[in-house]
């Protein structure tokens, strides 16, 4: 069975412009949950969809939206870029949207430099 | 917000040592998770813990959650070299999954 996938692997983008990272649950899973990483640093949650419904919100400006399609796919948006804004983005699945007892499975993340 | 430390933040060790790294929190939980990511990896799920004081083991690994269910501990028996990583505690506030900021484990051959 296929992993959780994400595109593209590596993104270069400049100040301004907007940014669309898609994200693939594996098959059966739910709930698709989008995280930024910058380097040395633990992973920052920024959302969590479940049957299409935002189920969870990090602390992110409003240039960050994101979606779920009925297939459980997922995209991240995110307007405006800033030099900040670069990062590890990564996508995890999950079977269930609960937030209790989940076990999250890691895709290989976009890696996106603002320049 | 709500945030998890851990300790240290990086940890060098001669192989066949043993490691630990703890991830403690100012509120009770509901479970913890650890998670760990390879260098220019993705992290990968190891355990989870729900019930106060438990202890998992997974051969030379030891997991453990406080009995107050506010801190928990990895423990590496004998580290080898693929032990090499990150190391991160994740816990749920509400709907939200918030990563500890990692233990980066180097071991020397």
């Known amino acids: 069975d296929a992993g959780v996938t994400q595109s593209p692997t590596h993104l270069i983008k400049t100040r301004g412009q907007q940014v669309t990272l898609r994200c693939s649950p594996i098959?059966?899973?739910?709930?698709v949950s989008w995280y930024q990483q910058v380097l040395g640093q633990g992973p920052q949650f920024i959302f969590q969809?479940?049957?299409?419904?935002?189920?969870g919100r990090g602390n992110f400006p409003d240039r960050f939206s994101a979606r779920q399609f009925p297939n459980y796919s997922s995209e991240l948006n995110v307007n405006a870029l800033l030099l900040g804004d670069s990062a590890l983005y990564l996508c995890?699945?999950?079977?269930?949207?609960?937030?209790?007892?989940?076990?999250?499975?890691f895709g290989s993340g976009t890696q996106l430099s603002v320049l | 917000g709500q945030q998890v430390m851990q300790i240290p933040q990086y940890q060098h060790v001669q192989e066949g040592e043993d490691f630990t790294t703890y991830c403690n929190s100012s509120?009770?939980?509901?479970?913890i998770q650890w998670y760990k990511q390879r260098p220019g990896g993705h992290p990968v799920f190891l355990i989870q813990?729900?019930?106060?004081?438990e202890v998992k083991k997974q051969k030379r690994l030891t997991f453990q959650f406080g009995e107050a269910k506010k801190n928990s501990s990895l423990h590496i028996t004998a580290t080898q070299t693929t032990d090499v990583g990150t190391y991160f505690c994740?816990?749920?506030?509400?709907?939200?999954?918030?990563f500890g900021p990692g233990t980066r484990l180097s071991v020397l051959p």
């Open positions: 969809y479940y049957e299409k419904e935002e189920r």
């Open positions: 995890a699945s999950s079977l269930a949207g609960g937030g209790f007892v989940e076990k999250l499975f």
């Open positions: 813990l729900v019930k106060s004081g």
């Open positions: 098959s059966g899973h739910k709930s």
């Open positions: 994740s816990v749920n506030y509400g709907q939200n999954f918030v």
């Open positions: 509120t009770t939980l509901s479970n």
